[in-house]
Structures are given as C-alpha cells and as structure tokens.
C-alpha cells in the first residue's frame, strides 16, 4: 500500500488545534534538529492520524503522559499476535487522503438552512411539470419545466465543490470509524452504527446510478447536508474516536520502528546522561558519551570534526526522551525539560533582515522562553554574523543569561568563550580518533583552520601568509602594539 502524501501543515493542523496544548518546542527547533526528516522516518507506513499524533507528542508530549504511552509501545512490542491483529485492523486508515482534525476540532459545523426539506420535492416538481408539458403541449408549462431544470443545475453547481471536498472528508472519517469498529473496544459497536449512518445507499454506488441520482434526485447534495448534521450531532464521539485511533496508530509506529531500532527507555534524572548515543538518521553513525550536570557545557573542536553533528545527536535524542521515553543511546538519564535550539539563523533579504539581524531575533527569542520555564538550549557559533570583539561580547552576554535560567549545550570557535563563561559552562573538547567520536574536558589546543588551505588545495603562499599573519595577529591580541607591521607581504 503507497502511503498517500500530506504536506507538513496538514500534519501540523491537529496539535495547532488542540487549545490546551503549551509547544515545549519552535519551528526552528524542529528544522534545525532535523526533526522533519526524523518524524518522516518515524511515520513509513503510518495513516494521517498516526503521523499526527507523533507530530503533536514531539511538540507538546512530556511527563506523565509520556510514561504512559512508553508503557503501551513496551507492551505492543511483547506482544507480536495482539500488535498484528491491531495492525490489521488498522491498516486501511493509510488509504485516508483527507486531514479531518480540522473538521471535528474546529470551529462548529453550521446547521443544515431550513429549505433543505424542498430538495426532495424539487425533482417530483420537475417530472411532473415535465410529464404535464409532453401531455399538454402548453408552452407555459415547458417554462415550469425549464425553470425547475435550470433550478435542479443552479442547486448541483453551487454546491458541487462543497460536495466533493466534503466527501474526502466523509471517507477518511469513516475509514476512522471502520477501524474503530473492529479494534476490541467497548463501543465498538457505536462506531459501526454511525459509519452507517455517514454512509450512501448501496444504489448509489451502481454505475450510471450515483449520476442519475445525483442531477435529478440531487442525492449528493441532500446527504451532503444530512451528513454532516450526522458529523455534528456526534461530534463528541467523533473527537474520541480520532485520539484514540490516532494513539493507537501512533504506538504501533513507534513499536515498529524500534523493534528494528538499537534504543533505550530513558530514566528521568537531574543531570543528563547518554551512554553510547547516536542519531538514528546518521548510517553507521559513531557513538559517543556524552554527559552534562546541571550546569551547561561549552564543546570546542577542530573545523569538520562534528560539532553540529553532535549537538543534533543530543538535542534529537533530549526530545526522543521528553515526547516518547527512548533514547538511540545505550543507557540514558535525562530531564524533562523543553529543548529549544539556534543552528541555522538565515538572513531574509525580503524581509529586510540581514544575517546579524536574524542571529539578534533568534537570541531575543531564546531570551524570552528562558524567561517562562526552564530549558535546554542547543547553540551552534551563536552571533558569526559581526566581527569577533562583538561577536564573543554579544555571545557572552546572552549565554550568561540563558545559563542563568536553563541549561546551555553551545559550539564555538570562540575560545575565549570557554573562560569567560567557566563560572556556568563546563568545557569539553570534541575529537576523533580512528573512526570514533571522543570528548576531553577542557578546550581545543590545536586549531586547524589554517591547514586546511593546504588540504583544500591553496597555494603554499596563501597558508604561509596565512601563518605569519595568525602569529602576529596572537602575539597583538596578547600584547596590542598599535598596528604596526601587520605581515601582508
């Protein structure tokens, strides 16, 4: 079965609609985790209603209520016979191609207007007026037949889109309906009925039938809106039955995916730590330890070596913890806290925002949620948009303060970063050695961006210049002299 494709707003609708719920994470979070090629991956083989439902535990899913449904995926994994007859009972809700949770979340459906009762006379109008003016031959009732046909063609064309969407619609909550009629649930029964009740005639579905029905009898229209005060009067049954077959759909997706998947059910804790953790989208990724108390930690390492790499590792795997109760670790203690991240800042010329400016918003942000609850933050070389006195200013402040109320994972070049924050941020170093990610304390003493002219093909000159203008430049920067002899030729 080809799984029918929902672009992400569609995905996103039933959390937005959910008024109660409080997001303990952004947009830019979620694009720069990598979040929508991970829940994608999640999802294979997943209805619109279970893709949903991960989408909303990834954004707004902790505590509790993560601990109870950790529980349900454990059982479904231990038990193959009752996860495959759930599966079969579920499977035909992948061929929904309608998001509905708008409709039953939404705001109320309007009652049906009070002439609908006329449409079931207005076709007996027409035939009879019809009949009348074959048998009489009077011109005058030709024009009553006339004015009732282009009256039953004026009623099918404005209605026609209204008909068409919402019989998208009406599949994909009955296919819901369906599935809930065959899951062993105690109002099972209940689901079936009403199934029914949404449902056409059987006659309708006969070929040449459903066409004459429809323009003369004006059937589709008339179950239109019979339908949908059907839709209406049980919306609370409705709402019910797409959570839990939402829920339960949800579930076997994470059954599925981690009986295939090396994890770990994560322990709630103070501190953070991950044995041997990887990122799941990464193929034959390299594991690594990674630990931080409760004060924050500042990684330096060479340029290429995977700092970005392994803030993501972390950050994907602090959310996998807090929505679903797993990390891809060997063994993890993590607290549940919201994650919040800044690693892809963009400067937007439509907008009028240059790259510092963007850089300026992101960090007025992270202020701002720092300031409604405690958190996690994942900064990757914060501020590159300004030159380096300003930058490592800038950064400096605003990382202070975001330690001060939460938790700060950052990468940097900026060394001096690392002592000028050390009374709140715990330096490590990041390396590999033979294929295998490794953390130190302390920070980076062996720079490489200038060897890497060489690597990527400079002329000697350039990185023999290079090296003559980086030594002065360290040699200023210790002892400033004025400026003079700066070693350009």
């Known amino acids: 079965m080809t799984d029918y494709p929902f672009v992400p707003s569609d995905i996103a609708l039933y959390r937005r609609m959910q008024s109660g719920a409080d997001a303990l994470m952004d947009q830019q979070t979620w694009d720069d985790l990598l979040l929508p090629a991970y829940s994608a991956e999640l999802a294979r083989e997943t209805s619109i209603f279970g893709q949903q439902e991960l989408h909303r535990r990834l954004y707004a899913a902790s505590g509790g209520e993560v601990s109870v449904s950790a529980d349900r995926v454990r059982g479904l994994m231990a038990d193959d016979a009752a996860r495959v007859q759930l599966l079969t009972a579920t499977k035909d809700l992948r061929r929904a191609n ?57 009623i099918q064309m404005r209605y026609h889109e209204a008909v068409q969407e919402w019989g998208g619609i009406l599949d994909s909550t009955q296919l819901m309906l369906r599935a809930h009629s065959l899951l062993p649930w105690d109002d099972a029964a209940q689901a079936g009925k009403l199934n029914r009740r949404l449902s056409r005639s059987l006659m309708s579905g006969m070929p040449g039938v459903a066409e004459y029905s429809d323009w003369l009898w004006l059937q589709n229209v008339r179950h239109y809106f019979r339908s949908r005060d059907v839709v209406r009067e049980n919306i609370g049954f409705l709402r019910a039955s797409f959570e839990r077959v939402a829920v339960l759909d949800a579930d076997l997706a994470l059954a599925r995916h981690l009986s ?78 919201p994650v919040y991240s800044s690693m892809q800042n963009e400067d937007a010329l439509g907008a009028g925002e240059s790259f510092y400016m963007a850089e300026l918003r992101r960090g007025q942000e992270l202020l701002a949620l720092a300031a409604q609850r405690p958190a996690i933050f994942i900064i990757d070389e914060i501020f590159r948009g300004t030159n380096y006195l300003e930058s490592v200013s800038a950064a400096a402040a605003v990382l202070h303060a975001l330690a001060q109320q939460g938790r700060v994972v950052v990468a940097s070049h900026h060394l001096v970063l690392a002592s000028l924050l050390s009374d709140c941020l715990q330096p490590w170093c990041v390396s590999r050695r033979d294929g295998e990610w490794q953390l130190s304390p302390g920070i980076l003493q062996d720079t490489n961006g200038i060897s890497l002219l060489s690597e990527r093909g400079f002329a000697p000159a350039i990185t023999t210049k290079a090296n003559r203008i980086h030594a002065w430049l360290s040699n200023y920067m210790a002892h400033p002299t004025g400026g003079e002899g700066l070693p350009l030729n």
């Open 98 to 154: 309608r998001e509905i949770s708008e409709t039953l979340f939404g705001p109320a459906l309007p009652s049906s207007p009070r002439w609908l009762p006329v449409l079931g006379w207005l076709p007996l109008a027409f035939l009879a007026s019809a009949a009348a003016a074959l048998g009489m031959g009077w011109m005058p009732m030709w024009i009553v037949t006339l004015v009732l046909w282009l009256s039953l063609c004026a």
């Open 260 to 337: 295939a998947t090396p994890h770990c059910w994560a322990e709630q804790g103070d501190a953070v730590e991950m044995a041997q953790v990887v990122h799941p989208l990464l193929a034959d990724a390299a594991a690594l330890d990674f630990g931080m108390a409760q004060q924050g930690v500042f990684i330096s390492g060479q340029n290429g070596v995977g700092k970005s790499t392994l803030l993501r590792t972390v950050g994907l795997n602090l959310i996998t913890a807090r929505a679903f109760g797993f990390c891809y670790a060997a063994r993890a203690v993590t607290p549940l806290l």
